[in-house]
């Protein structure tokens, strides 16, 4: 079955022979070993396995020829990426991690409730790519240890603070600015004149004393302000940049909710605006999590690549391929 294959491709290359004792040691004579990472081996017959279970689909319809030049390509860089797992289980070893055998069992079970198998379904899936029972929880023991490994040394290590979310934003504002809404109020005071700016300034001014007061902003658009939506108590609804005059969007985005601005001038008159409430306004909730995770995510590829080159670093590697 592909789902147990791509499982397996996806999370569990071979780290390791999984048979016991002599059996074990006959098969690392008779086969040739590819890499040495310190005290362990990877074989040649390991190597060609994974790579051929990691690239069935890449691999199949191909004829004999193609299909082993094709493997020679991929051999150098499948065979590192499994010399960085075994060196991450053998620091999972030293660390003194460990995994029981409830949790390799929860694991399996979580597997087959996600994919709906019975135990029938998931040991005949198996047995199709070669594996057994055993040997499949075997590698799956290896791969949650090889996770404790990296929550231990690496993702427990990183840390977004609030200053790097606020400079991810300001440095992308465009991006998150074009889904920001706000729902507003207004008190437009009309300028039919010039001559008549003072008298104009000195109405909001009435207008805005009284609001300081605590007078409702919707009853006080309905009274004074000089525009059609007026008889909606001043309510503009929810605008978007570019939707409103520019003088009304530069004070709507960044005055707060529950917030009223200073009286301001645009071609049109004099306006006080209210914001009522925000849709993805400014560093909201919703987007600052969004960030948090693009920022987390680079902090541990770069964390994790370091460690890796630590673990090499201090490792004796020998590649035969």
């Known amino acids: 079955m592909k789902i147990i294959a ?24 008779l086969d040739r070993v590819v890499a ?26 191909l004829k ?29 070893v030293k660390l003194g991690l460990n995994v029981s055998p409830h949790e390799t069992n929860e694991a399996a079970a979580d597997i087959k409730r996600k994919y709906n198998l019975t135990d029938e379904n998931f040991i005949e899936s198996l047995k199709a790519e070669g594996l057994s ?16 490994a990296v929550r231990y040394e690496v993702r427990d290590a990183v840390l977004i603070t609030d200053k790097e979310i606020e400079k991810y934003y300001d440095a992308n504002k465009e991006k998150y600015q074009k889904e920001e809404k706000v729902s507003i109020r207004q008190i437009f005071f009309n300028l039919k ?16 004393q009284r609001i300081k007061k605590g007078e409702d902003f919707a009853k006080l658009a309905s009274e004074f302000s000089e525009d059609e939506n007026r008889q909606f108590s001043g309510d503009l609804g929810y605008i978007s940049r570019g939707s409103v005059m520019k003088e009304i969007e530069d004070e709507a985005f960044v005055l707060k909710v529950g917030i009223t601005s200073k009286p301001f001038w645009s071609s049109k008159g004099l306006h006080i ?27 541990f590829k770069s964390k994790y690549e370091e460690w890796i080159k630590k673990l090499r670093e201090k490792a004796y590697i020998e590649i035969n391929l």
Request: proline share 1%; charged share 35%; net charge negative.
């Open 6 to 29: 791509l499982l397996i491709t996806a999370l569990f290359f071979s780290l390791q022979g999984f048979a016991g004792g002599q059996f074990a040691y006959s098969a690392v004579l």
């Open 64 to 92: 004999d020829e193609e299909r082993e030049k094709k493997i020679k390509e991929i051999e150098p860089s499948f065979l590192n990426s499994m010399i960085d797992m075994k060196l991450q289980i053998q620091e999972a």
């Open 133 to 148: 029972l055993e040997g499949y929880k075997a590698r799956l023991t290896e791969q949650i240890l090889l996770s404790k």
């Open 273 to 299: 605006i209210k914001v009522e409430d925000g849709k993805e306004a400014g560093l909201s909730k919703k987007v600052r999590e969004e960030i948090k995770e693009i920022l987390f995510e680079k902090a």
């Open 36 to 61: 040495t990472v310190n005290n362990d081996v990877i074989t040649w017959s390991e190597l060609r396995k994974n790579i051929e279970i990691e690239n069935k689909e890449l691999l199949n319809g």
């Open 193 to 208: 004149d010039s001559s008549q700016k003072a008298e104009v300034e000195a109405k909001a001014e009435a207008v805005m």
